[in-house]
């Protein structure tokens, strides 16, 4: 915030998520903002609102429906809506359109407030985190604030203009932020695909270009070096599954247990470092259940379809520490751990994801199951190309994740940032009344003036 001026006179504005404000503001209630709106319409007359963190938008085709459709809140453009649950944290904003919502989120109708200042503002994270320091409920995670609770929440009261200065710099600068994100969006998604892409080259091609090569037989692979050969996954591994348990068996401590949501969404490639975050089962399940452990270089696969044409539908155990597979997993056992490493490579690679896809005769969602992984066509160079494929792949898919771990940081910078600017924004920690887009300022300056 250091290249934005502050206001030039202050006043302890008495609230505490506020602080100091500029001395020409006023503070009133929200309720002397907005007026609640609780009429009850369908769907079927009002299209059905998401709540989401990034504002209020049309409900999706794949958005999970209730039955509820005939008893929502009804919500037209310019109303303030937010989801009144704590899980939801940061779900708000001013509709762009009329609709309807989930009984669960709290409308409002805005009387003497800028609209578009109030979206910048009953979003900032102080604010936010204001909302729900007043929730109630009996689950130490999850409560609701109610809307009587909203309406005494102390807000700024200043000038329209000025409020729309505020809005108009935002709308400008968090532009600009957004912009930056995507690319960096974009940037990660091509080090993603660049490194599917050296992983199928060399565990379909090897190290060498040079060598002779043949058909390999298998319609998703080509040509193969001559001297490969061609198996079955049934003939290297022993096939297995986790723990048939429930969320509810999972605990704080005991045992680490990886189950199908860890694979999908955490921990994609491997497994060690992050175990400390895993829910646990009782040691009681050690005696009964020894099938279900891992060893070091053990693949464990979510049962699921969710991923299956990109990454992240198996994880590969790096550890020698006690872990359990869980529920909804599969666990692929190498009968030969020698090159362990070469096996998560193949396994990760498009053309042996191909084969899943068809094995299932093009059904869109499907389960994974030991008979598709066992009948799956694999190519093997000797086992010393394993391993010099091996090292090479953790070499340069190292290179790649740093690259992409250096664009998550900035990524996260820039939200970061994003954050701070919309809430020194709008509780007056920065002064953008004089405040000109480049562009404009560019087009006001005299030929004099530009040169001087």
Not at 22 to 36: D, S, T
Not at 207 to 215: A, F, G, R
Not at 253 to 273: A, D, L, R, W
Not at 443 to 452: D, G, H, R, T
Request: proline share 4%; hydrophobic share 35%.
């Amino acid at each position: 915030m250091a290249k934005y001026k502050a206001y030039s006179e202050y006043k302890d504005s008495g609230v505490e998520w506020l602080g100091e404000i500029p001395a020409h503001w006023n503070i009133k209630r929200l309720g002397q903002f907005f007026e609640e709106r609780r009429e009850k319409v369908s769907d079927k007359d009002y299209p059905a609102l998401s709540v989401t963190m990034q504002g209020i938008i049309p409900q999706l085709d794949t958005a999970a429906k209730t039955e509820a459709g005939d008893n929502r809140k009804l919500v037209l453009k310019d109303d303030f809506v937010i989801n009144s649950r704590s899980d939801r944290k940061g779900s708000a904003g001013v509709s762009r359109f009329n609709g309807s919502v989930s009984l669960i989120s709290i409308v409002m109708r805005p009387m003497g407030i800028n609209p578009r200042f109030a979206h910048y503002l009953l979003r900032c994270r102080p604010f936010q985190e204001e909302f729900y320091r007043y929730g109630k409920g009996i689950v130490a995670d999850l409560w609701s604030t109610n809307s009587s609770e909203l309406k005494n929440i102390h807000l700024p009261e200043i000038q329209f203009s000025e409020s729309e200065k505020i809005t108009i710099f935002l709308d400008h600068e968090t532009a600009k932020i957004d912009n930056l994100i995507e690319k960096q969006h974009q940037l990660i998604e091509l080090l993603k695909e660049k490194r599917h892409a050296v992983i199928s080259h060399v565990v379909t091609k090897g190290l060498n270009p040079d060598v002779p090569m043949k058909d390999s037989g298998v319609e998703w692979v080509g040509e193969m070096p001559s001297y490969w050969r061609i198996s079955k996954l049934r003939y290297m591994f022993n096939f297995g599954k986790g723990l048939t348990i429930t969320k509810e068996n999972l605990q704080d401590e005991g045992i680490p247990c990886i189950s199908y949501g860890e694979v999908h969404s955490k921990y994609g490639f491997e497994v060690s470092p992050k175990l400390h975050s895993l829910k646990c089962v009782d040691e009681k399940y050690l005696k009964d259940n020894s099938g279900s452990l891992l060893s070091k270089g053990d693949i464990i696969f979510a049962d699921t379809s969710e991923d299956i044409d990109g990454s992240g539908n198996f994880s590969q155990l790096i550890t020698d520490d006690i872990v359990f597979a869980g529920y909804h997993t599969i666990i692929a056992k190498p009968f030969n751990r020698k090159n362990w490493r070469f096996y998560a490579y193949l396994l990760d690679c498009k053309e042996l994801r191909t084969q899943v896809r068809h094995a299932v005769k093009g059904v869109k969602v499907f389960s994974i199951t030991q008979a598709i992984l066992r009948g799956l066509s694999i190519w093997l160079p000797t086992d010393d190309e394993q391993e010099n494929i091996a090292k090479f792949l953790d070499q340069e898919t190292t290179k790649i994740d740093n690259l992409l771990k250096k664009q998550q940081q900035i990524i996260q910078l820039l939200q970061e940032r994003r954050t701070a600017l919309i809430s020194a924004a709008v509780t007056g920690k920065i002064d953008v009344r004089n405040w000109v887009a480049p562009g404009e300022q560019a087009k006001a300056e005299s030929p004099a003036e530009a040169f001087a």
